[in-house]
């Protein structure tokens, strides 16, 4: 990690954490893919990992909900030790992931989709409110999973894991594939969940799209963490997140 970016993981001491990587080290069989990223996420915050393909930022969100294959070093989710832990008790103990293959079952109804997975904790959006974020889910209800467009089946996945009362949503390329118009309904989603206090770690190759949600950036190469750019940074930051991305 360059110097400088332990003071910058979490800037200007700001706050406490609500989910802090140290030093994360994770493999699939003998690939070695993440090799030492540290990360703060403050409660209520926004954040995106962005990087180029296989920069290591989908790995990142697997390696934190355990389902890499070993992986080493501390992640603490409000002050709870998780390195050890199956996904499962790492999903209880508050933590929702959004895949980017978004894992809608098609031998399911949206509703029995959405009804999936368990509350774990109070604070969950209701279906009512669920159906308010995204009308679509309503409308087709009855329909099996994988017969919505691509853009209802992304609501799907991100509607489902609001019921839970999860308090930190991990989303992977939500914006991937989806026409423009799908893209802003998302960002307008995202900006909601910050309002009503969701904790949001999101992956994304779509940068102009990252900007108009997030509140810091942290940029991914070969498995590192390598920069750090707040929002309001960003103008003066542009030339070497152009050298980063290649945007």
């Known amino acids: 990690m360059p110097e400088g970016m332990t ?3 979490n800037p200007a001491g700001q706050g406490t954490a609500m989910l802090e990587v140290r030093d994360l080290e994770a493999w699939y069989g003998e690939s070695h893919v993440l090799h ?4 703060d996420i403050r409660q209520g ?3 995106t990992l962005l990087g180029r393909n296989g920069a290591g930022k989908t790995t990142t969100l ?14 603490r989710f409000e002050g709870r030790e998780t390195i050890a832990l199956r996904p499962d008790l790492i999903a209880r103990a508050g933590i929702a992931y959004c895949p980017e293959e978004r894992g809608i079952f098609a031998s399911l109804t949206v509703k ?8 774990i904790a109070p604070g969950g959006l209701s279906v009512e409110e669920i159906h308010t974020l995204f009308p679509n889910l309503k409308e087709r209800e009855g329909s099996q999973g994988t017969k919505l467009s691509g853009g209802e089946q992304q609501m799907l996945a991100i509607g489902r894991i609001l019921r839970t009362g999860a308090r930190l949503l991990l989303l992977d390329e939500p914006s991937e594939g989806l026409a423009p118009v799908i893209v802003q309904q998302i960002g307008v989603t995202i900006r909601k969940l910050k309002e009503r206090g969701f904790t949001v770690l999101l992956v994304e190759q779509n ?17 590192r963490v390598v920069d750090m750019v707040a929002n309001q940074d960003l103008a003066a930051s542009m030339d070497r997140l152009h050298e980063y991305l290649g945007v």
């Open 112 to 119: 029995e989709n959405l009804m999936l997975p368990p509350t």
């Open 62 to 75: 697997r390696a934190i909900m355990g389902l890499t294959g070993r992986r080493t070093g501390a992640i």
């Open 207 to 223: 940068f102009r799209f990252a900007q108009t949600v997030a509140d810091r950036h942290y940029v991914m190469e070969h498995g």
């Open 7 to 9: 003071a910058a993981a």
């Open 45 to 47: 915050e926004v954040v």
């Open 36 to 39: 030492g990223v540290s990360l």
